[in-house]
């Protein structure tokens, strides 16, 4: 038997009974996916970038609430919210907080790295953890170093040389423990943590439970959307989106403890990061000077480089001798007639909505017929009152040679596919001190017939790791 095909049969024998995902399974890789290492240490160094943006979105949207910037800005990203969640986003005591996990969804393209989205409740960090440290005590480092799968190139954006967690050729990225030790690492000296996992999104309730498990269950606990017994000391670990509120009857004691300083709570009540639309204000040339000053000319830059030209779907009319910048048209109407061509473009709901995640409301435009285009572009239209939609240049992912195990069969099979890459950066630390460090890197490869690449059945799903130089 194969030394690869070998290893993917040991990593399958590991998975705990309940598996890691209610109902949901995926293909089993025979060693990580292997990242070229100006690739791997880009990774390693964009979480102090992200997290910098975070800061600079919150004061954004707080300079706007209180009209020292555009009312335009927090009109945008408060639309749709109740007034109860408001009230918590603008609390003060949760000024300054931020999301403690940081996960970006990266694209693999021909011209590098395209940054789609950013999410602050994320899925995956029990898997990733779980993936990290089975594919190590199996021998991938041995496996891939001997037998190196075509390392995958970071393209025209690649700097530096690989360094800390990235530096060790043929090992995970955050290494064995990292997801472990980093996500540990956001809850400081709290006594106890409760992951509080609502019914939305229980299909993750498997791996917080083997993560709970492994960091200690004495300490870690994973609770239901009714939790009640929080005492002073402990943390709370949001594991719900907000607009699932009225399902989680836990939350305005959770809110309201974390507020009173008596638990420590992340991610924050504050919707502004759960919206897509950060990254069309990240190209809106009216804040482009307060980008500079508050993410400094080189994170300015590389985020531009990274982040896919966005814009607000907003149905305002323009005057007759105005355009949407880059899309040269007057009216977002005539975004319905464009070519299939020229609809290399993503629609897709901004946030506060059980439609924001897993893909659900995506439209890619190349896609889609006329009529199906255009009906999504009305919804669009439609909706921006109250659930703002957000446009996105489509950047194709490129193909990437990848393979998989049947375990039934224990054959090795080629598979053409196309990648996301989900780094998870944990927060360490309060205010000027607080890091952002790299936990793991997970690889969903999608067969490369697949337009949009989210965790399907048919994809593998990997943890990555630094190749050889």
């Known amino acids: 038997m194969k030394p690869p095909v070998d290893l993917a049969l040991r990593v399958r024998s590991r998975l705990p009974p309940q598996g890691m995902f209610a109902n949901q399974h995926w293909r089993i890789a025979p060693t990580p996916f292997p990242l070229e290492p100006r690739l791997a240490h880009d990774l390693d160094s964009l979480g102090r970038v992200l997290l910098q943006f975070y800061r600079a979105a919150n004061l954004l949207h707080r300079q706007s609430a209180e009209g020292k910037q555009p009312p335009w800005i927090a009109d945008w990203l408060d639309r749709g919210k109740p007034a109860s969640l408001l009230a918590w986003q603008r609390h003060r005591a949760f000024r300054n907080d931020l999301p403690r996990v940081i996960r970006p969804d990266l694209l693999l393209t021909a011209a590098g790295l395209c940054l789609v989205e950013l999410d602050s409740v994320p899925g995956g960090i029990g898997l990733t953890a779980w993936l990290n440290r089975t594919y190590t005590e199996e021998g991938a480092r041995q496996t891939i170093l001997s037998n190196p799968a075509n390392p995958h190139g970071a393209g025209p954006h ?8 990235a530096a060790e050729a043929g090992g995970v990225l955050g290494g064995a423990d990292g997801m472990f030790h ?65 399902h989680v009857p836990c939350a305005e004691t959770v809110f309201a403890r974390a507020a009173q300083k008596r638990i420590r709570l992340t991610p924050p ?20 000077a307060f980008w500079r000053q508050e993410l400094g000319e080189a994170f300015f830059e590389r985020l531009q480089q990274l982040v896919p030209y966005s814009w607000i779907v907003d149905p305002t009319p323009l005057p007759p001798h105005a355009a949407i910048p880059e899309l040269n048209l007057t009216d977002w109407h005539q975004l319905k007639s464009l070519s299939q061509r020229e609809r290399d473009l993503v629609l897709k709901i901004s946030g506060y909505s059980e439609l924001a995640w897993g893909a659900r409301s995506i439209a890619l435009g190349s896609d889609l017929s006329l009529a199906d285009w255009s009906t999504a572009v009305d919804r669009a239209l439609r909706d921006a009152a109250a659930a703002p939609w957000v446009l996105q240049r489509y950047h194709k992912p490129r193909t990437v040679q990848a393979a998989y195990v049947d375990t039934a069969t224990q054959q090795l099979h080629p598979m053409p596919a196309r990648a996301r890459l989900c780094p998870y950066y944990f927060v360490a630390g309060d205010g000027p001190d607080a890091r952002a460090r790299l936990g793991g890197v997970l690889a969903t490869l999608c067969p490369a017939d697949k337009k949009i690449i989210h965790g399907m059945k048919d994809a593998i799903l990997a943890p990555c790791a630094a190749a050889p130089a």
Not at 158 to 165: K, M, Q, T
Not at 275 to 288: D, G, H, I, V, Y
């Open 158 to 165: 690649a700097e530096g040389s690989p360094s800390g967690a």
């Open 182 to 246: 980093g996500f540990e690492s956001i809850f400081g000296d709290a006594t106890r943590v409760h992951l509080v996992v609502s019914d939305e999104a229980a299909m993750y309730r498997p791996e917080m439970s083997w993560l709970a498990n492994q960091l200690g269950p004495s300490r870690f606990l994973v609770q239901n959307a009714d939790f009640d017994s929080l005492q002073d000391g402990d943390a709370v670990y949001r594991f719900f989106e907000l607009f699932d509120l009225p």
């Open 269 to 288: 009540p504050k919707p502004l990061f759960e919206e897509k639309l950060l990254f069309a204000f990240l190209w809106n040339r009216n804040l482009r």
